[in-house]
């Protein structure tokens, strides 16, 4: 149920996530430019990408940290997560900075982010066991949990690890529980709780672990990264099972664009059509050069159509790929 925010307590295992979750070190490798020759498109036909390397320079890396997920603000500006210094940011797609928030109250690894269409940014807090709500300028709005109080493991009430934040445009919630409920939630616009579905299991309708979700508008549907069993499922508004897509190893997370649907996933990008779920096209981990996208963890797309891909482990930055003329 919905729960007051609390003042959040110090993590029991602060030491362990710091050196985990802080971010990569002064001897990481974080400049990431596509070398002379390696600027040949990705993707086919009108889904055709030039990788424009490192988004942000290593000297925001080395403030921001890792960059875990990202999301596109109502005027087209880029909202960036991090697991740094400072947690929120927010660029120009050419990479100008126009924001950077305060540090928030966070714990160590803030998973996801999302942006609502009023503009409203929310962040699933996994190791706060939390879903927090902010205006555009960084002020809290609300809190969904108590800061540092997890529900009772796989026993169905939120939250214990979310992982993500979906919108509806009438305003309904949906929160993957990933890591210790294996359910998702979905609330009112008031943070009422309306319903919970899911659980631990391979079976259709069930989760390892949910870690991103979405909101398809046209078919006002959920798709569900349910990562570790290798599949994306799709749902009702109400829970109800759709269809799976199992053809990705160990996906990651969601973004649409027109028809298509963009996932990243273990072995790099794949882009489908978002009604047949036929691949279009796709690439690897070393297109178009080594190391272009080391573990992809996030992923999302600009109103220009250009895509973003972070990475939570290894590359610690969030690569570029603009759109390529036809």
């Not at 390397?53 to 603000?73: K, R, T, Y």
């Not at 109502?74 to 924001?99: F, N, T, Y």
């Not at 749902?235 to 053809?247: C, L, W």
Request: proline share 7%; aromatic share 10%.
């Amino acid at each position: 149920m919905c729960r007051t925010c609390l003042t959040p307590q110090p993590h029991p295992n602060r030491d362990e996530l710091m050196t985990r979750h802080a971010g990569p070190s002064s001897a990481a490798p974080l400049s990431k430019m596509p070398p002379d020759g390696g600027r040949e498109p990705v993707g086919a036909g009108s889904y055709r990408f030039n990788c424009v390397g490192a988004f942000l320079s290593d000297e925001d890396v080395n403030q921001l940290g890792v960059q875990s997920h990202g999301a596109i603000m109502p005027d087209g500006s880029i909202c960036v997560l991090s697991r740094g210094k400072r947690q929120v940011s927010i660029w120009s797609p050419e990479g100008d900075l126009i924001q950077m928030w305060d540090p928030l109250p966070l714990s160590l690894a803030p998973h996801g982010i999302h942006v609502d269409v009023e503009g409203t940014i929310w962040i699933a807090d996994a190791y706060q066991h939390v879903v927090l709500k902010y205006s555009p300028s960084g002020s809290l709005i609300s809190c969904i949990g108590v800061p540092y109080v997890p529900a009772l493991a796989h026993f169905g009430e939120p939250f214990n690890m979310p992982t993500g934040v979906a919108t509806t445009p009438d305003g309904e919630i949906f929160v993957s529980d990933g890591y210790g409920n294996a359910r998702i939630h979905r609330f009112d616009r008031s943070s009422r709780l309306l319903s919970s579905w899911g659980g631990r299991g391979t079976e259709a309708g069930m989760f390892a672990v949910p870690h991103f979700i979405e909101y398809e508008q046209g078919a006002d549907t959920l798709w569900v990264c349910d990562r570790e069993n290798d599949r994306i499922q799709i749902f009702t508004r109400e829970g109800e099972f759709v269809t799976a897509i199992s053809e990705f190893s160990y996906p990651n997370d969601i973004a649409f664009h027109g028809d298509a649907a963009v996932i990243a996933h273990k072995a790099g990008v794949s882009i489908i059509d978002k009604n047949s779920h036929d691949i279009i096209c796709g690439w690897g981990h070393d297109a178009p050069y080594p190391g272009a996208t080391r573990h992809p963890h996030g992923i999302f797309i600009d109103n220009a159509g250009d895509l973003y891909v972070t990475e939570a482990f290894g590359g610690c930055q969030t690569t570029k790929f603009e759109r390529a003329a036809a």
